[in-house]
Nanobody, 122 residues
Framework: QVQLEESGGGLVQTGGSLRLSCVAS????????MGWFRQAPGKEREFVAS????????YYADSVKGRFTISLDNAKNTVYLEMNSLKPEDTAVYYC???????????????WGQGTQVTVSS
């Protein structure tokens, strides 16, 4: 019913920037919120940022606040995650998610992308 596809990951040096994209297709009109999560090897999946389609309310994890920006492009059905001042600890597979609720818990989201690797070298 909803498909998500991330892109934009890659290898960057500490202090560099990347912009991740997530294109949503299908019955996107039913969605309320989009979120970005990340998971490093051997670690739990953790919340990064979220935004609501209606109202554009955003929320960020403390670890990325002030460095990352989540945004929407309704015309393109796309969610972006602009990542600046990247640190080695930002290295992870980044996933976009969509669902009927906004929050920091993965279980709140119904649909997930395949993930895109972000690696920050020291």
């Amino acid at each position: 019913q909803v498909q998500l596809e991330e892109s934009g990951g890659g290898l960057v040096q500490t202090g560099g920037s990347l912009r991740l994209s997530c294109v949503a297709s299908g019955r996107t009109f039913r969605l309320y919120a989009m979120g970005w999560f990340r998971q490093a090897p051997g670690k739990e999946r953790e919340f990064v940022a979220s935004v609501t389609w209606s109202g554009g309310n955003t929320y960020y994890a403390d670890s990325v606040k002030g460095r990352f920006t989540i945004s929407l492009d309704n015309a393109k059905n796309t969610v972006y995650l602009e990542m600046n001042s990247l640190k080695p600890e930002d290295t992870a597979v980044y996933y976009c998610a969509a669902g009927s609720y906004s929050g920091t818990y993965p279980a709140l989201y119904d649909y997930w992308g395949q993930g895109t690797q972000v690696t920050v070298s020291s």
